[in-house]
């Protein structure tokens, strides 16, 4: 058979069994692999071809037989829960369920999560839990409680003390403590010093120390807790840190007879009243403890060092070297010795009242004390020299820090703080340069990041930057909420204005010398000219 012949069939079959691509409104192109036909084809040859305009073909790479192909099989719907999938993905889907508002026609809460996402493992439910309720801060108690319940039915997963502390911040963090309460209930003989730690960190952050106070009592009756000295810690801390040393020492002596107080204890409760900033209060319950036997640390000479510090910046920063040096001489009578964390209240108060230069001294002067500056100590020196617009020597100071073996102290967090300072004091093109620095040492920045830098740009005027920072946090999947930001009036460019002529008041010189230059000009008019030689006309 020739190959016109061959070719001639192929599209007269082609044409009977497609006539409805004839009404499609785009025209299809077809293209025929002429290398297929050749003499040496077999009786029933292979043509591959495709269609030119990116449409989907129908034909591809068909066999032309007689026998109709098996349809191709269905796409399976995207699943929410696949086995290779993330689980920040996973949490990322549950918790949109949970923000989802329930309709009549919706399914309930636990059947949409089975439907979805039934191949939760018992190894990623623990971490899946943290993460769905640290997505979801919006979602209602009903809603969470409904998501508690349907995880703890998961084939294999377990409550622990960690997985209780959870839900117990989540619903602290919205002063739920009603439902707290009856969480702790259910989970009696489950939880430990974990979720206790974490219920009376939520409490005394809502200002109910008293409430903190009275659930210690009852740990053992109510919670099945056991109530002994760690436990009596963990609430003297937690009130102590917080500014409620009254509560705390109230609650100490009451259970003297019980659980007599240590030296440590001691030291919470002066650092409580120095939070609290009752300087004469902490120096009262040195006294007491002095004349009880006990030896009063560093800690708690620290603690009245910071707050010694504060006051005096509060009402009157000359004071602040000479009342600190008190402490300090107190401190070497009594033979504490001072650690760095002595130094680090000091640089930090000193950075505080803008006295950079005092600072980087003590900081050089630490070693004659046999300290050595840690992590914090770096990082105070370098926001103090970028606040003071020191930025070279704040620079050299990030390179001293990574050479001393500090660098993991340089972390996201670290570089948005410089990146704040240099942005307030109106430093934005080094605020750029540290924020290349971040990106290069391998920190990825965060929306809070991008934000600032894009308002500060836009209120310099430097729009295309800003749209250029925009289109780099939305290719790394940082969603920036768009919002209109005022160009600061320095960067205004402000119009011409022309100077319009305005009559002065003629000076006597200059009067003069205008009447000069008059009398001149008529002087000078009556002088005969020289008449030009007229042509003759011979």
Not at 24 to 49: E, G, I, M, N, R
Not at 86 to 111: F, R, V, Y
Not at 497 to 509: D, G, I, Q
Request: net charge positive; aromatic share 8%.
């Amino acid at each position: 058979m020739s190959r016109a012949l061959q070719l001639g069939r192929y599209l007269r079959c082609i044409s009977r069994s497609n006539t409805n691509l004839r009404c499609q409104s785009s025209p299809l192109f077809l293209l025929v692999d002429q290398s297929s036909f050749s003499s040496s084809s077999s009786s029933s040859p292979t043509h591959s071809y495709r269609f030119l305009n990116n449409q989907p073909s129908l034909y591809n790479r068909r066999n032309f037989s007689s026998s109709i192909p098996p349809p191709p099989p269905p796409s399976s719907p995207p699943s929410d829960c696949n086995q290779n999938e993330e689980p920040q993905k996973i949490a990322q889907g549950i918790s949109t369920e949970l923000l989802k508002q329930e309709d009549d026609d919706t399914l309930p809460l636990n059947k949409r999560l089975d439907l979805h996402f039934s191949n939760v493992t018992t190894e990623t439910s623990n971490l899946l839990l943290l993460q769905v309720l640290n997505l979801s801060p919006d979602a209602g108690r009903t809603t969470v409680l409904g998501f508690h319940k349907w995880i703890s039915s998961r084939p294999g997963f377990q409550h622990t003390d960690q997985t209780y502390s959870y839900l117990v911040d989540y619903f602290g963090r919205k002063k739920d403590f009603k439902i707290i309460h009856e969480i702790l209930v259910d989970g009696r003989g489950v939880i430990g010093t974990k979720t206790l730690e974490t219920f009376v960190n939520r409490l005394v952050r809502a200002g109910r120390d008293t409430q903190a106070v009275s659930f210690f009592d009852k740990l053992e009756t109510e919670y099945g807790l056991v109530r002994n000295r760690q436990s009596l810690k963990i609430v003297v801390s937690n009130l102590c840190e917080n500014g409620f040393a009254n509560s705390a020492e109230k609650m100490v002596k009451n259970l003297a007879h019980e659980f007599f107080p240590d030296e440590s204890t001691c030291e919470m409760l002066i650092k409580g009243w120095c939070v609290d900033g009752k300087l004469d209060q902490a120096k009262r319950l040195a006294g007491e403890i002095h004349r009880g036997g006990f030896q009063l640390g560093t800690s708690a000479y620290n603690s009245i060092l910071d707050c010694v510090c504060k006051l005096c910046r509060k009402k009157d920063n000359f004071r602040l070297q000479s009342e600190a040096e008190k402490i300090l001489v107190e401190m070497d009578y009594a033979g504490v010795p001072r650690n760095v964390e002595t130094f680090n209240i000091l640089i930090n108060n000193l950075c505080k009242i803008r006295r950079t230069e005092e600072s980087v001294k003590l900081f050089e002067r630490m070693g004659e004390w046999g300290c050595s500056p840690n992590a914090e100590t770096y990082l105070l020196l370098i926001k103090s020299l970028y606040q003071a617009a020191r930025i070279g020597e704040g620079d050299e100071m990030i390179d001293k820090m990574k050479s001393a073996g500090f660098g993991s102290g340089l972390d996201r967090k670290a570089y948005f703080g410089f990146i704040k300072v240099l942005c307030g004091i109106g430093r934005i093109e080094h605020a750029m340069k540290v924020f290349a620095k971040m990106k290069a040492d391998g920190f990825v920045p965060g929306i809070k990041s991008y934000e600032l830098l894009i308002e500060k740009l836009c209120s310099h005027g430097q729009t295309h930057r800003a749209n250029h920072l925009s289109s780099e946090a939305k290719l790394k999947g940082i969603l920036v909420d768009p919002k209109v930001y005022k160009l600061d009036p320095r960067f205004t460019k402000k119009p011409k204005v022309e100077k319009t002529a305005v009559k002065k008041r003629e000076t006597l010189p200059e009067k003069m010398a205008r009447k000069r230059k008059t009398l001149k000009k008529i002087n000078l008019s009556f002088v005969k000219k020289p008449k030009k030689m007229m042509r003759r006309a011979y």
